[in-house]
């Protein structure tokens, strides 16, 4: 036996069995590769982040101030669904202040797609290609839902609540109510509700992540029921009981929607 012939004798015994080709492949998977990795320091990290947040600032400051000069019709579009109802002034500049929270989150609304954008390129050089697949759908599933959930509470919702309140008193008193206090009902349930959207995304992510399986999400459904209705509670400044239960009900169709989301992609 040649020397050469020896060490492929003792390479073959050593390690019997053994798919070296298909351990390479494993170790590198294109999915779990950093494209285009970048080393930074902590303090380069800090810059960047420091970066991304100011670039967000300026936009949410140019969305309010865009806003503030045009807010007479954001005002009027949300005194739509208080039809016959008379809105007064109780105290001075009161206006004024509600045209600001109204051009604020008005602003932050249009801003949302650039603070999206700056949050994506922040996270994006430390995600896999794997994880990169995710996002497209992540984030145009997050934003398509808030806006539903925007246009569920101002179609739905709000007029639901407002009529409830409206014909309750009706023969008792007359409709007068305050401004500010009717903007801020409608934009907290505005935004709340676009909130109360995302519960699909976040099913998406546990599931994709394996931390929650569909079936695990299935066979806790008392507790969603529960968890919907004390939700809808709580996220509606009215107390009505039609409002927590649109709300409640929208809440667990999307929940039972994102269990069907995560069963497709076999988790």
């Not at 494209?35 to 100011?54: A, K, N, S």
């Not at 650039?114 to 497209?136: D, H, K, N, S, W």
Request: aromatic letters at 12%; hydrophobic letters at 50%.
């Amino acid at each position: 036996m040649t020397p050469s012939q020896d060490a492929n004798t003792v390479t073959a015994h050593t390690a019997p069995g053994v798919d070296f080709e298909t351990n390479e492949q494993k170790e590198t998977d294109p999915l779990d590769e950093l494209p285009g990795e970048v080393e930074m320091t902590l303090f380069e990290h800090l810059e960047e982040l420091r970066l991304r947040i100011f670039y967000a600032l300026i936009a949410v400051a140019v969305g309010v101030v865009g806003c503030f000069f045009a807010v007479k019709p954001i005002v009027q579009l949300l005194e739509v669904p208080a039809k016959g109802v008379k809105f007064l002034q109780l105290a001075p500049g009161e206006y004024f202040f509600v045209s600001l929270k109204v051009a604020g989150y008005s602003g932050l609304l249009l801003a949302s797609p650039f603070i999206l954008y700056q949050i994506v390129q922040f996270v994006l050089p430390g995600l896999t290609r794997r994880e990169r697949r995710l996002l497209a759908p992540i984030v145009l599933g997050s934003t398509v839902l808030f806006a539903v959930g925007l246009v569920f509470a101002y179609f739905l919702l709000i007029p639901a609540a407002l009529k409830f309140f409206i014909s309750y008193g009706a023969d008792v008193v007359e409709q007068l109510w305050s401004i500010d206090k009717y903007f801020e009902f409608v934009l907290l349930l505005l935004f709340s509700t676009g909130l109360a959207f995302q519960v699909p995304i976040i099913q998406l992510l546990l599931g994709s992540l394996g931390i929650v399986s569909s079936s695990q999400m299935l066979s806790g459904w008392r507790y969603v029921i529960l968890g919907a209705v004390v939700l809808g509670a709580v996220i509606t400044p009215s107390t009505d009981p039609l409002t927590q239960t649109l709300l409640a009900g929208a809440v667990l169709g999307l929940y039972f929607s994102g269990i069907g989301l995560v069963k497709l992609i076999g988790k």
